[in-house]
């Protein structure tokens, strides 16, 4: 966005204001995000930390509008089940009538706990179908051209700092909030 106004600043800077500042642009731009459908589509990436592949869960709806973001240590049962329950907690989402997941078989457990914890409805329907996920595989592309020549991160602190930052200005540059 400075680049665009004709105002040179280093990439370190940038660095530094994504780090302090990322967290609480995220909780103020929460606030103003337009609501999303009902048909969810979720999935992970890789993201490399520290020398190891950590993940990125994400979910967005059948518009492509991200719902919600979550790094995680690990690709388990109780991680897609933390970051479930982190996008169903977020206000401008909807409960979701359909769940598109791949073939990871930790989504059907991780679903079924939390339609036995009545967090999720039990007429939500769970479609494991590899092509309904396209679209958020394609709305990954837009973290990996940024991630991939920072060749990974230092700390998973930093990461999911700056991964708070990237999705925030994807949500501003796809036009997500209401002003």
């Given at each position: 966005?400075?680049?665009?106004?004709?105002?040179?600043?280093?990439?370190?800077?940038?660095?530094?204001?994504?780090?302090?500042?990322?967290?609480?642009?995220?909780?103020?731009?929460?606030?103003?995000?337009?609501?999303?459908?009902?048909?969810?589509?979720?999935?992970?990436?890789?993201?490399?930390?520290?020398?190891?592949?950590?993940?990125?869960?994400?979910?967005?709806?059948?518009?492509?509008?991200?719902?919600?973001?979550?790094?995680?240590?690990?690709q388990?049962?109780k991680?897609?089940?933390?970051?479930?329950?982190k996008a169903?907690?977020?206000?401008h989402?909807?409960?979701?009538r359909?769940?598109t997941?791949?073939?990871?078989?930790?989504?059907?457990?991780?679903?079924?706990?939390?339609?036995?914890?009545?967090?999720?409805?039990?007429?939500?329907?769970?479609?494991?179908?590899?092509?309904?996920?396209?679209?958020?595989e394609?709305?990954?592309?837009?973290?990996?051209?940024?991630?991939r020549?920072?060749?990974?991160?230092?700390?998973?602190?930093?990461?999911?700092?700056?991964?708070?930052?990237v999705?925030?200005?994807?949500l501003?540059?796809?036009?997500?909030?209401i002003?």
């Open positions: 966005m400075l680049a665009e106004r004709g105002v040179e600043v280093d990439h370190t800077t940038i660095m530094r204001w994504v780090h302090q500042y990322s967290p609480e642009i995220e909780k103020k731009v929460c606030r103003y995000l337009k609501p999303t459908n009902d048909s969810w589509r979720v999935d992970e990436t890789y993201i490399k930390v520290e020398g190891e592949y950590k993940y990125l869960y994400r979910a967005v709806d059948s518009d492509g509008n991200t719902i919600d973001f979550m790094l995680s240590a690990k388990s049962r991680a897609a089940k933390r970051f479930l329950k169903l907690g977020s206000k989402n909807q409960i979701p359909a769940i997941v791949d073939k990871n078989p930790a989504y059907p457990i991780a679903i079924d706990e939390l339609k036995n914890d009545r967090v999720l409805p039990q007429n939500v329907n769970l479609r494991q179908i590899k092509y309904f996920n396209n679209i958020v394609q709305d990954h592309r837009s973290i990996k051209r940024i991630v020549p920072m060749l990974g991160f230092q700390s998973f602190h930093t990461a999911s700092k700056t991964l708070k930052g999705e925030i200005m994807n501003i540059k796809k036009d997500r909030l002003l």
